[in-house]
Nanobody, 126 residues
Framework: QVQLVESGGGSVQAGGSLRLACSVSGYTYSRYIVAWFRQAPGKEREGVATIDTDGLTNYGDSVKERFMISKDDEKNIVYLQMDSLKPEDTAMYYC????????????????????WGQGTQVTVSS
């Protein structure tokens, strides 16, 4: 059974940094994608970053140049390094997984993601 467990959230002042981690277990697929999404109160879930088994990444427009997704294949962990944080980055951050590997332009479509973690809260104060 696939399980995703997020960690690393917290509170930080604007301009600060946080690193989130998504521990992945139970995958038996040869190819898959792990993604970070976020959801602020009253807003839709928004794609932040994705990485596939080949290491190909893509990012949402609002986080480009500030966030970086990476993976440690030995530890089965996907990281999200978040720098230059802004108050508008405040949200619950979720790790999602899928065995489908659509073209990069479609990798933020929620319907592809079957597996989800419980989320970790990130709060950025001004």
């Amino acid at each position: 059974q696939v399980q995703l467990v997020e960690s690393g959230g917290g509170s930080v002042q604007a301009g600060g940094s946080l690193r989130l981690a998504c521990s992945v277990s139970g995958y038996t697929y040869s190819r898959y994608i792990v993604a970070w999404f976020r959801q602020a109160p009253g807003k839709e879930r928004e794609g932040v970053a994705t990485i596939d088994t080949d290491g190909l990444t893509n990012y949402g427009d609002s986080v480009k140049e500030r966030f970086m997704i990476s993976k440690d294949d030995e530890k089965n962990i996907v990281y999200l390094q978040m720098d230059s944080l802004k108050p508008e980055d405040t949200a619950m951050y979720y790790c999602g997984g899928t065995q489908f590997v659509p073209p990069p332009r479609n990798r933020f479509r929620l319907e592809f993601y079957k597996y989800w973690g419980q989320g970790t809260q990130v709060t950025v104060s001004s």
